[in-house]
Structures are given as C-alpha cells and as structure tokens.
C-alpha cells in the first residue's frame, strides 16, 4: 500500500521532455516567412495577369485624363461589387461551400450585413468617383509597358509597401486620439465581405492615401492602377468574409475584429516584425502550400513555438 503523498508514475510521467532547439525555431521562422510571402507572391501575379489583360484590350486606345477616370472607377466599383456578391450570395448560401473554405474558429454573434439602398450606392459611388479624379490628377502618369518580369516586380513591392502602409495607419487608428474615425468599421464582429467598405469618410480618405502612396512617389500606369484596384478588392473582400479562398489562409483579420487589438496589417508579416500579432490559425489546402507543407513537415513541438507557446 501505497503512503499518502505518493502516486503510481504514469507512462505520460515518465515521457521525456521534447526540447525546442535553435534549429527549430529557425524551421519556424522560415516556414511564417514562406507563410507570409506566398501572399505577396499570389497579389503580384494576379495583379500582372490582370495587368496584362488590361494592356492588351487598351492598348490600341488613347485614354485622355477624363476616360482613364472614369476607367479606373469603372473596374474599382465593378469589381467591389461582383466579387463581393458572389461571395455572400453564392458561396455562402451554398453550406458545402461554405464549411469548405470557412476558416473561423472564434465565433461570434450573428450580424447580418444591411441591404444595400439607392442611396448608400449614389453616395459611395460619388466618393469612390471623387476619390479616382483626384489620385489621377495629382500624381504624375508614367507609361512600364507590359513586361511580365517588372510588372510582377512593381507589383511584388507594391503589396509589400502597401501593407506596411496600412499596418502603420491601422495600428494608429486603435490609439485613443484617433479610434472614433475607426469606431464604425468595428460595429460588425461578424465581418462579411461588404464590411470592408465599412468605414467612415474620414478613415476612406486615409486608408485610400496609404494605399496609393507609392503612386504620389513614382507615378501611375493606368493599367497598373486599375489592376491593383480590382485585386485589392478581391483580397480585401475575401478578407472580411470569414472564408479562404485564394488570397486568404487563415483567420488573420477575423482575429482583428473579434479581439480588437493586434493584426493590423493586411496580412501578418509586419505584425510578426512588430509584434502584434494574433497568431491565426492557418487554412492548408492546394490553393496554400505553406500552410499545407507545415502541416505535413512541421514536427508538433515547433507548431507550439508558432502558436506563441
């Protein structure tokens, strides 16, 4: 018989511990970076395919100031619109679709996105119309033609950049002094894909700023900008829907509106450098291979590491 104080040792007991080592966390480090790349990648080659399809239907034409406007608005509005309703109204009334390429794990109260009204479209329409003369206006044309290899590359550091821009905003929209600009993009914790139009006037005009900074600096080819426009559309889109795609592997920014605080750039690679992040929970597939090669190669100790244990 067994004295009080003393337990029989269980297998689990007696297991060794499993040591991290320098070695691992370098696996890890390399496997976030891959992780965080492969959507820059995915963002600089849609957007030179769109880029290349806009040069070739264009090409023959002369667009005075006035068409590459309206142009410009066309493919933004058209493209928001399009892609957004055929998330909300195809893919996730179609439940085998939708537990698919769900990639929520918080969940959170139901929140119905309003109908969209006359009114609101006139108005967000007149505002994104605003918004294209005056980008076009102030910032200088310039003509890169339709090479594969330096389209990618201006595109590839675009997205780079971009997101830092918008990391830097959105980190300081969540300080005090500004967070009432904020306040009505975060009236939904049940993000769908329209709430990413969600947002004050004021926040429009500084997110918009961030996002074609690179623009002011190096000037724009209009079929560089109308390609951007309608594959940042489509990223951000996907990014408030709750669902992974193609852009989106994992619950990155569906974090950010349940919690609130951290996860402000576009996708997670600035906040991992200024640590910030929410660590997500990753979506492995065929359309992501980093998440799905870390499924597969990471040993389970080094998973921890990535989980902030």
């Known amino acids: ?39 820059f990648i995915k ?17 023959k034409f002369h667009f005075d100031f006035t068409a590459e406007v309206l142009l410009y608005w066309l ?41 969209f009204t006359a009114k609101g479209i006139l108005v967000g329409e007149i505002k994104s119309l605003a918004a294209a003369a005056i980008i076009l206006y102030l910032a200088p044309e310039v003509h890169r033609g339709n090479s594969w290899l330096l389209n990618f590359g201006w595109f590839f550091a675009r997205i780079i950049v971009a997101d830092f821009c918008f990391y830097v905003t959105h980190r300081l929209f969540h300080q005090k002094f500004l967070q009432d600009i904020h306040l009505k993009h ?12 969600h ?19 190096f000037g724009y080819d209009i079929t560089q900008l109308c390609a ?13 829907s709750s669902l992974s795609i193609f852009f989106i592997d994992s619950d990155f920014h569906d974090l950010h509106h349940s ?3 951290g996860n402000y750039g576009i996708q997670g690679f600035w906040d991992r450098i200024f640590n910030t992040l929410n660590h997500p ?28 244990n």
């Open 281 to 308: 929970t990753k979506k492995p597939g065929i359309m992501f291979p980093a998440a799905a090669l870390e499924k597969n190669f990471l040993k389970p100790s080094c998973k921890n590491i990535d989980n902030g």
């Open 1 to 39: 018989m067994l004295s009080p104080g003393f337990h029989t040792p269980s297998p689990l007991n007696n297991r060794p511990e499993t040591t991290v080592t320098s070695k691992d966390k370098l696996t890890v480090k390399l496997f976030n970076l891959f992780f965080e790349i492969e959507f």
């Open 228 to 240: 951007w426009t309608a594959i940042g559309n489509a990223y951000n889109l996907e990014g408030h």
């Open 75 to 115: 493919i933004g509005s058209v493209s928001f619109y399009s892609i957004g309703i055929f998330i909300e109204k195809v893919l996730k009334t179609n439940q085998t679709w939708r537990e698919r390429f769900n990639v929520r794990v918080k969940k959170v109260r139901e929140q119905p996105f309003p109908e």
């Open 199 to 217: 947002k004050s006037l004021l926040e429009y005009a500084i997110v918009t700023i961030a996002d074609v900074l690179p623009v002011f600096v």
């Open 259 to 261: 919690r609130f605080k």
């Open 43 to 59: 963002v600089a080659v849609a957007c030179t395919l769109v880029q290349q399809l806009i040069y070739w239907l264009s090409n």
């Open 186 to 197: 975060h009236e939904f914790l049940d993000s769908s894909s329209f709430v990413a139009g």
